[in-house]
């Protein structure tokens, strides 16, 4: 079972590896097609973080 506070973390490894195997080699995802758009990665960190604090606080 995940700690308060774990999920936040763990939401921002996973996002990062994505991150870093964009930079890589480009997933190919709709919206992920070349290098350069790994920043969209990071907005997509952000809400998922967010969203996932604020539900936290709420239970």
Excluded: C, E, N, Y
Excluded at 44 to 54: D, E
Aim: aromatic residues 8%; positive net charge.
């Amino acid at each position: 079972m995940l700690v308060k506070g774990d999920m936040t973390k763990f939401l921002a490894l996973v996002i990062v590896g994505f991150m870093v195997i964009q930079l890589i080699k480009p997933l190919g995802w709709p919206g992920l097609k070349r290098r350069g758009d790994f920043w969209k990665l990071a907005l997509l960190a952000m809400a998922a973080i967010s969203l996932a604090a604020v539900l936290g606080h709420l239970t």
